[in-house]
């Protein structure tokens, strides 16, 4: 059984960067798929970015420019580089990593972002 979590969250302002960090816990983490989602107050919780196990990357439209998710599948993590933060970018980010095997996943109990002058 694996699992992950996230640190890295905090508080930000306008314009600035974060570097959110999603670390694995058990084996094969080459074989997993990692996506980070968000849910703001009040909102669905909605994909991020993810990362395939060969690297290959795809973003939300809103985020496409300035955040940037990779993986070290020696070291076990996915971080999601967070630049030009926007207020709207505030939310609850969580990662799941998703076995491509099995389809069974995991999630982190969330990182807070928050953006605010």
């Known amino acids: 059984q694996v699992q992950v979590a996230e640190s890295g969250g905090g508080l930000v302002q306008p314009g600035g960067s974060l570097r959110l960090s999603c670390a694995f816990y058990g084996s094969g983490f080459s074989w997993y798929i990692v996506k980070w989602y968000r849910q703001a107050p009040g909102k669905e919780r909605e994909l991020v970015a993810t990362v395939s196990s060969g690297g290959g990357t795809n973003y939300e439209d809103s985020v496409k420019g300035r955040f940037t998710i990779s993986r070290d599948n020696l070291g076990n993590a996915v971080y999601l580089q967070m630049n030009s933060l926007k207020p709207e970018d505030t939310a609850v980010y969580y990662c799941?990593?998703?076995?491509?095997?099995?389809?069974?996943?995991?999630w982190g109990q969330g990182t807070q972002v928050t953006v605010s002058s």
């Open positions: 799941n990593a998703v076995s491509m095997a099995t389809g069974n996943g995991a």
